[in-house]
């Protein structure tokens, strides 16, 4: 022990050798653990975390079946990890490897994206209502740095929590660690997650293995943020493949993203499917189409890469920082690389407005091939920014990339569609024929996401999606958003009297539909529990 203030006594954290840290980890002991919430209030009391908001907490499970039961403590925290998702995805890197190996963060840095919360495995990260940035577990850095162990070791009456050198086989947590069977969470990410658990009922650290039966907790309150494994997948509340404990006590995590991000899937889709269509003009010989092609579709490109900007700033909880994705870019992050694509694809559409009004016909075909390309690209980084977030395992799918490119292709057939009501579009029948193919695309890309088989994730998700609590909005997205454009589209094909309504009709239906079908997406992704 060591007295650092008068009457005060600290311990001293045996993690250096050498005067050197080189990987710092921690190890739960499940077995020792009796669940006190010591670790998680003194976490509260150290970082004066708010109420609903944990940066450690507790998780119990119960198995068996009466009289022969069990319960089961777990605690739950940031893990660490070595290769870790969530700094590769944040834009700004508040989240960052300190020189100790630890992950820590720094709050005037976050721009409150969230992104780094749907990228963790664990569940790990938050957004502090007090400062709208995002907070985790940081093995209370600022005690390591001192010498001194987390405040979660000091006050586990149990020594259920030890940290230590993983490098240094000298150390308690190395020696225990070769000694006994233990067990990471999610190792199937590939995280090398840095907390490793002994005596962990498998359960506890899997959390599509247990659920919250339909009896509500009844000596707790449960809400919608208290994701768990739905009862609908079986006849009986704990008779579901898979599922082989019952949670009793956990916390709730909301959703991280929702109806802007959905939003912005569309609004960039139009303004990317609106130059794809106007390259395709040129490529039929319309170029010197001045009011469509050359001043119109750069407009609505315009009109809907703003309104896409707008979402975006304003789903961030820090919005006022939102040029830090410039000024402090972090390129391993796909919402820094997506912010130029859509910089340089508004570049192409202004210098396409300007050739436009100036009737500058050869430069619209010289701009035509970057137009498309750029285009493209509005439409479709965002596959790779879900790739990013390596918590969702229904966003990893190689599904998404086609589907956004299918979904441009439909946008801007319909916007093309829609203005055919207020001016005349040159070749109209090519727009429904682009618009035929793009829901054709996309209900056969919806179908292949319906038979998804990928690991027990993907197969909740998609659960939820097509039967569960979000299925109305997937099927009545595909109903809107596919069916009904395909059918007007073929009868306004077919030749028959009001082309021009019945494409429209079309057009408002297929953007409609897609809004439903990004949300179910978007929703669905996130309602598998990972803690």
């Not at 919005?319 to 820094?336: A, D, E, H, Q």
Request: aromatic share 8%.
């Amino acid at each position: 022990m060591t007295p650092l203030v008068k009457g005060v006594f600290y311990e001293v954290c045996p993690i250096t050798h050498d005067g050197q840290v080189t990987k710092l980890g921690f190890l739960l002991d499940s077995d020792n653990c009796i669940g006190c919430h010591a670790c998680t209030v003194a976490c509260k009391s150290e970082h004066d975390v708010p109420l609903g908001v944990n940066r450690t907490w507790v998780k119990y499970i119960e198995t068996g079946t009466f009289p022969d039961v069990a319960r089961k403590f777990n605690v739950m925290r940031c893990n660490q990890c070595e290769d870790a998702p969530c700094m590769a995805i944040c834009p700004t890197s508040a989240l960052f490897r300190s020189d100790n190996g630890v992950v820590d963060f720094q709050d005037d840095d976050c721009i409150g994206c969230k992104s780094c919360m749907n990228a963790c495995p664990y569940d790990a990260l938050y957004i502090n209502p007090e400062t709208n940035t995002a907070h985790k577990c940081n093995m209370c850095n600022h005690r390591l740095e001192q010498n001194l162990e987390p405040s979660c070791q000091i006050v586990c009456p149990t020594e259920a929590i030890i940290i230590g050198d993983l490098d240094d086989p000298t150390s308690k947590i190395s020696q225990m660690i070769s000694r006994n069977d233990v067990a990471v969470r999610a190792p199937e990410q590939n995280t090398k997650p840095k907390v490793f658990y002994k005596g962990a009922d498998q359960a506890s650290l899997d959390p599509t293995r247990t659920a919250i039966a339909n009896d509500g907790m009844i000596w707790a309150d449960t809400t919608p943020d208290h994701p768990t494994v739905p009862v609908t997948l079986g006849k009986k509340p704990l008779d579901m493949d898979g599922v082989v404990a019952r949670t009793v006590y956990t916390t709730k995590h909301k959703h991280t993203w929702g109806q802007m991000v959905s939003g912005y899937l569309v609004t960039k889709a139009i303004a990317g499917g609106a130059m794809l269509i106007a390259a395709l003009m040129v490529l039929l010989g319309h170029a010197d189409e001045q009011a469509t092609v050359g001043i119109m579709a750069p407009i609505v490109a315009g009109l809907f890469l703003g309104i896409t900007g707008a979402l975006l700033v304003l789903d961030l909880k820090q919005p006022t920082r939102f040029y830090y994705l410039i000024t402090k870019g972090n390129f391993t992050s796909w919402l820094v690389k997506g912010a130029y694509v859509l910089m340089a694809f508004a570049a192409v559409s202004g210098l396409w407005f300007i050739a436009g009004v100036a009737e500058a016909d050869g430069l619209i075909k010289v701009l035509a091939i970057p137009a498309a390309l750029a285009g493209l690209a509005t439409a479709g980084y965002t596959a790779f920014l879900f790739a990013q977030c390596e918590g969702r395992d229904l966003w990893q799918t190689p599904l998404l990339l086609p589907m956004l490119l299918a979904r441009a292709v439909t946008a801007g057939a319909a916007t093309w569609l829609i203005a055919d009501v207020l001016m005349d579009v040159p070749d109209a029948d090519a727009v429904r024929w682009a618009l035929l193919g793009g829901v054709s695309a996309v209900m056969v890309l919806s179908w292949m996401e319906t038979i998804s088989h990928g690991s027990r994730h993907v197969e909740l998700a998609v659960h939820a999606m097509v039967k569960g609590e979000h299925g109305s909005l997937f099927w009545g997205g595909l109903a809107l958003g596919c069916a009904l454009p395909f059918v007007l589209a073929i009868v306004a094909l077919a030749g028959s009297g009001g082309a021009v309504a019945l494409s429209a009709l079309a057009g408002v239906a297929a953007l409609i539909g897609m809004f439903l079908s990004e949300t179910a997406f978007v929703r669905a992704g996130q309602s598998v529990p990972l803690s």
